[in-house]
């Protein structure tokens, strides 16, 4: 337990790393130096230490992949927050031309396929009275107390169409243009309780 806890104080996890992985490079380097086997119990000491050796290389590997990054140094602090500024600014200008760009293509297909405002519509004509009564077999001319003189039918103004709404484009900034919120009517109060 005190040896742990020497070791833990003695070297940082980067150090320690560092020389696990020097000391298996130095066993690789011996296991390479050994004689070939000449027995079956040589043979199996030699894939014993290869396997080992093995073994500390996937636990270093390991330890590398999940250790932190090594904290940055002032100069490449600031050099990540000037690139972080650059990309920042870049993916900026990127979309405001692409929305500039939309836009205007829009108002070109706009001004391509506009279309000339709509005639206005002509007054409905007055209606054509006639005497109905020959369409039909067997009506006679007796008093049927139906007004006979278009002069004496009252008659409904005809109605004026409405001018078409006016479209307000905002060209400055689309996200911008106003709004406008629908509400509910109020509802009359039915008394009650």
Known sequence: MASDTHTAERYTPQERRARLRAFADRMLGHLEDLAPP??????????????????????????????????????????EAAEAAQRRAEHHAYWVDRVNGLRLMREA???KTLKPAPAPVPAP???????????????GDEDDDLIDDPSDEVM??????????ARVIDTQDPLRAPVQYWRPPERPDYGGG
């Not at 027995?39 to 014993?48: G, S």
């Not at 636990?59 to 600031?78: F, G, K, N, S, W």
């Not at 005497?131 to 077999?137: A, K, N, Q, V």
């Open 125 to 139: 004509s007055p209606p054509v009275y006639t005497d109905w009564t020959d369409d039909f077999e067997g009506y």
């Open 38 to 79: 000449q027995d079956l119990a040589e043979l199996e000491r030699t894939v014993r230490v290869g396997l080992l050796i093995e073994r500390l290389y996937a636990r270093v590997d390991i330890a590398e992949r999940r250790a932190p990054p090594p904290p940055l140094t002032p100069e490449q602090e600031a050099a």
């Open 109 to 111: 297909e706009e001004a």
């Open 156 to 165: 409904a103004p005809a109605p004026k169409p409405e001018p078409p709404l």
